[in-house]
């Protein structure tokens, strides 16, 4: 099974509970914002992720990847499921089927 190549670039996914999102952020200095993974809980053990943003200067460097990544990481960790609105995250699911068990059964 393909695993995800991620970006060589040190990062840190911090989770943003006023802003409902996972934000993403680089580990060099200075400590630059890269982008979010956006997300509404669906209940204690569910959160929908909408959509996926990267910032301008960061796109096509894998960042996207990287922290879609992270989030699932910490997702599954967690015990939490996910519905994948994002169109990004649902082309991923594809791409890396071993994180498809993560998907909340409606």
């Known amino acids: 099974m393909p ?4 970006s060589p670039t040190p990062v840190r996914v911090v ?10 952020f680089s580990e060099e200095t200075p400590e630059e914002f890269i982008g979010f993974l ?7 053990h569910t959160l929908e992720l909408q959509h996926t ?12 990847r990287t922290l ?3 989030v699932l990481d910490l997702l599954r ?8 609105t994002c169109s990004y995250v649902q082309d991923y699911l594809e791409r890396f089927p071993q994180y498809g068990d993560l998907v909340a059964h409606q």
Request: proline share 5%.
């Open 38 to 44: 956006a997300y509404q809980v669906i209940d204690e």
């Open 77 to 84: 960790a967690d015990g939490t499921s996910i519905v994948p």
């Open 3 to 6: 695993q995800p190549q991620l």
């Open 68 to 70: 879609v990544t992270r």
């Open 15 to 24: 989770k943003n509970i006023d802003r409902e999102r996972f934000e993403l």
């Open 53 to 64: 943003i990267i910032s301008e200067g960061f796109s096509r460097r894998g960042f996207a």
